[in-house]
């Protein structure tokens, strides 16, 4: 793989009452997804973005803050398709761990949506990604 194309894992939140230390997390993530999955840490990007106070509604309830045991962090994996199952499983799981380790915010309250990257459909450092 060419340049720091893949894996992306894009978190996002309602506002936390108490504001975490996001470069903290999402560098930590990066570093624990990496050591879980023999992914070079040079090829992990990590994102966390805030929906905006009652931008969130789950079962038609929205909320202007992060609950601990509704609206999930919303987290989309992106990862190249030649993964075998057991490799995206075992992606997910360390994504989930680390993100409630670092975050505090408990496991079932974690939601997860593994995408996959296909080899000439990304564009990166100038230039197509084949793998």
Not at 40 to 60: I, K
Not at 74 to 94: C, G, R
Request: proline share 8%; aromatic share 8%; charged share 15%.
């Amino acid at each position: 793989m060419k340049g720091n194309s893949v894996p992306f894992i894009h978190i996002q939140s309602l506002p936390f009452s108490r504001p975490p230390n996001v470069p903290k997390i999402i560098e930590g993530v990066s570093k624990d997804f990496s050591k879980a999955t023999g992914v070079g840490l040079e090829h992990v990007t990590a994102t966390w973005q805030f929906f905006l106070p009652g931008h969130y509604a789950v079962a038609g309830v929205s909320a202007q803050q992060q609950p601990e045991q509704s609206h999930p962090l919303l987290v989309t994996l992106l990862a190249p398709d030649f993964q075998s199952q057991a490799q995206i499983e075992k992606s997910l799981m360390a994504v989930a761990a680390s993100i409630s380790k670092r975050a505090k915010v408990p496991l079932t309250n974690i939601f997860i949506n593994h995408s996959q990257a296909h080899s000439g459909m990304v564009f990166d450092a100038g230039a197509i990604v084949r793998w």
